[in-house]
């Protein structure tokens, strides 16, 4: 059964970072394209970031550009979102995402409170 699993959200306050994690079970993470979106409260989902399984491609979207960062673990199945500089506007539901030919896998969600 594939199955990805998230955790590190929370509360933070502005200016600070948390990291977010995704252990992911039942596939092969080598051949896998990788992203997180976000869901912030009355707003549409919006990517991220993304980042191809050989690793050769790897976007941000332009509210996010120099202040987080996706990264793959493959031994470990894990995949990662830095959050750096967080800002209030950054509060939202966070999931990540594994994608494969036709195959689309998504985790449970994980909130992020950016709030003073």
């Known amino acids: 059964q594939i199955q990805l699993v998230q955790s590190g959200g929370g509360l933070v306050q502005p200016g600070g970072s948390l990291r977010l994690s995704c252990a992911v079970s039942?596939?092969?993470?080598?051949?896998?394209?990788i992203g997180w979106f976000r869901r912030a409260p009355g707003k549409g989902s919006e990517g991220v970031a993304c980042?191809?399984?050989?690793?050769?491609?790897?976007r941000y979207a332009d509210s996010v550009k120099g202040r987080f960062s996706i990264s793959r673990a493959n031994f470990e199945n894990t995949v990662y979102l830095q959050l750096n500089s967080l800002k209030p506007e950054d509060t939202a539901i966070y999931y990540c995402n594994a994608r494969w030919l036709v195959y689309d896998v998504w985790g449970q969600g994980t909130q992020v409170t950016v709030s003073s």
């Open positions: 039942g596939l092969n993470l080598d051949y896998w394209a």
């Open positions: 980042m191809s399984s050989s690793e050769n491609t790897i």
